[in-house]
């Protein structure tokens, strides 16, 4: 059995290692964890259908995640630190049939805690769609709305974001010259509006893969505040 026995427990004392690390001041520790949870890429998440949300993470050391499952508190200091110190990348193929739903997956799999401590996201772009019955005018899609929403909400301490434009649902709104389309315009507001609640959020990003994007949009998008950036 674990332990001391009686005939030891009271002439020698020893302390664990865990006790030892456990005393070390929290500088340290996240140190430690920093070394070997921190990775040097983007952690790209994906979900193929009807499976559960996974992480590709090539340059990950060996027991990666060793550290989450030592006790409660090295768990919760640790936790900070994998979900704080890595850049995650959701890039997904959307259509109008398949909209986004990955990021809302990852986040209800790390639950409200973890998604707190999430520092650096690369998302999809906001789609948009047009309106039928009102020729010109277009509007964010209801999956890029709840999005926006989503992320104000759980991702409190969230540093950067990078909206990733490669698909055509998302980079007529950066890639056309129409930013003297009013709609187009509200459009850009109502993210910058969404975006702006995240209080800890000061670098945004808007990341082009492919093309490149109208002076005009460029202009307009660093007035927001945004950061344009032309492939990696």
Known sequence: MLGSSPETSSSTVTTSPLVSFLSLPIEIHNNIYERVLAIPHPLHVFQDPGCPVEVFAPAKPYAWLALIY??????????????????????????VQRPVSLLESFLDCIGPVNAGFLSHL???????????????????????????????????????????????TSSSLVKEDQIENKFVREVLFNINAHLRGIVALNNM???????????????????????????D
């Open 70 to 95: 030592i006790n409660r508190q090295i768990s919760a200091e640790a936790r900070a630190i994998l979900y704080g110190a890595n850049q995650f990348t959701f890039q997904e193929i959307e259509t």
């Open 122 to 168: 690369s998302i999809n772009f906001p789609a948009t769609e047009r309106i039928d019955a009102c020729p010109g005018e277009i509007r964010l899609r209801d999956d890029s709305l709840r999005r926006l929403r989503r992320l104000q909400k759980s991702c409190t301490g969230l540093k950067t974001l990078e909206a990733l434009v490669y698909g055509r």
């Open 205 to 231: 990003i808007v990341r082009v893969y492919s093309g490149s994007v109208a002076p005009p949009v460029r202009e307009f998008l660093q007035g927001l505040g945004w950061a344009v950036v032309i492939g």
